[in-house]
């Protein structure tokens, strides 16, 4: 949620902005005196900002003698952003306004694995069909967010030796897509947009948040203060490969022990294998569960501890004011974020889980497109980069 500007602080028309996001409509007045500026600078701040389209006059408030004073609101409809989610076997693609509304989506079964070329030129193909779908032109989009199922330098949007994505590692995905649609494109882990579109859309009390995905894999988004915390090189909360105690099943990482290959979906799918019951996957697993299986009941509720067990030094740790269970085995029922429950109450520091939440995600599965797209909608709007544009360049 967008933070107000500190009154008495330099105030250009982006911090402004970043007031009205709120959606509240307010007078010039009233911007004035929650920034401390002077009546005409908040009138060139506001008149810059009409003119750019961001903001849009709301209508009148009720006069106390002479003319009513307008007022302006913030308006998403303004641009529109791409937001694309790509998971190793699926890509979900949609266009939002710049408050994260959607407004087309397209789904389609894509593997990863068939390169980056194939899976890119499906994200550019399907970008332009759903701008025809809004009816909108080119020159309103933003950018386009790209999330993607491996460990990615944020900086320059390469993926770094993922281990499910051949022929992606140091590929320039920023400048394939830019080539093709010439708007900045940002990239992320997969993870961390699906924390930022669950934090965004249903979260945004919370300012410090994690995200665990438990799927074919497993991993976590760190929300820190409202924002994506990536750490050194991008590699934040990478839980999956943390080891779990007593455990000794070897990980495609080439450890052993480590979290994903003893609680992921891939995992509980091997092991109901070998007890003789059929399952490909994690959406197997959550079949089975669903429909009551006890051996497959009883195997989420242990991926759920296991996972609780690696999160409780996190909580320890990090201190957050809720953890978010969402990926396809959060779709087996109550059994995984009960299993989570159990250990970290037991394990974590009473202060650290005396106010702390554990829930269900809410936002299903667009919460990784709109990520995508809040990503850049964050960059874009940034107080200090919308002050040195040129379109928001005033004097006043």
């Known amino acids: ?24 409509p307010r007078t010039r007045s009233e911007l004035s005196a929650l920034t401390g500026l002077a009546r005409s600078t908040v009138t060139g701040r506001v008149d810059a900002l009409l003119a750019a ?29 791409l937001g694309a989610d790509l998971g190793a076997t699926h890509a979900r693609l949609a266009v939002t ?34 701008l025809d779908e809004v009816d909108r032109p ?15 330098e944020h900086s320059t ?48 009390e919370y300012e410090h948040l994690l995200f665990i995905k438990a799927a074919t894999g497993i991993g976590c988004g760190i929300i ?25 099943v070897h990980c495609r990482c080439g450890n052993t022990g480590c979290l994903e290959a ?31 299986s006890v051996p497959a009941l009883r195997l989420v509720r242990q991926a759920g501890r296991d996972i609780g067990e690696v999160l409780a030094g996190a909580v320890n740790f990090f201190n957050p004011s809720i953890i978010v269970i969402g990926g396809s085995l959060a779709l087996a029922g109550d059994h995984l974020i009960a299993g989570v429950r159990e250990v970290i109450y037991q394990r974590s520091l009473p202060l650290a889980t005396r106010h702390l939440r554990i829930a269900a995600a809410r936002t299903g599965e667009s919460s990784g497109a709109i990520g995508a797209g809040v990503m850049v909608i964050e960059h874009a709007l940034e107080p200090a980069r919308l002050d040195a544009s040129t379109e928001l360049n005033t004097n006043g």
Do not use: C
Request: proline share 9%; net charge negative.
């Open 97 to 130: 306004d710049l408050a994260g509304r959607v407004l087309a989506v397209s789904n389609a079964d894509l593997d990863i694995v068939s390169g980056p070329e194939t899976v890119l030129d499906w994200v550019v193909d399907n970008g332009r069909k759903l």
């Open 224 to 248: 820190a203060s409202g924002q994506v915390y990536r750490g050194a090189q991008g590699a934040a909360g990478d839980m999956g490969h943390i080891r779990v105690a007593g455990a000794d």
């Open 262 to 292: 003893v609680a992921s979906g891939a995992a509980i799918a091997a092991k109901l294998n070998g007890q003789g019951i059929p399952a490909g996957g994690s959406l197997d697993v959550v079949e089975l569960a669903r429909s009551g």
């Open 53 to 81: 389209g961001l903001i849009a006059p709301t209508g009148e408030t009720a006069s106390t003698g002479g003319r009513p004073p307008a007022t302006f609101a913030f308006n998403p409809a303004a641009r529109i952003v």
């Open 1 to 24: 949620m967008p933070r107000r500007p500190v009154p008495g602080a330099s105030v250009g028309a982006g911090a402004l902005l970043k007031l009205l996001r709120d959606g509240v």
């Open 138 to 152: 080119a020159s309103d989009l933003l950018g386009v967010g790209i999330g993607l199922p491996g460990p990615v």
């Open 157 to 204: 949007g390469r993926a770094v030796n993922p281990p499910i994505m051949p022929g992606w590692d140091g590929f320039d995905v920023p400048s394939y897509v830019r080539e093709r649609i010439p708007v900045p494109v940002m990239v992320d882990n997969d993870v961390n947009i699906m924390a930022l579109g669950e934090h965004f859309t249903a979260w945004p």
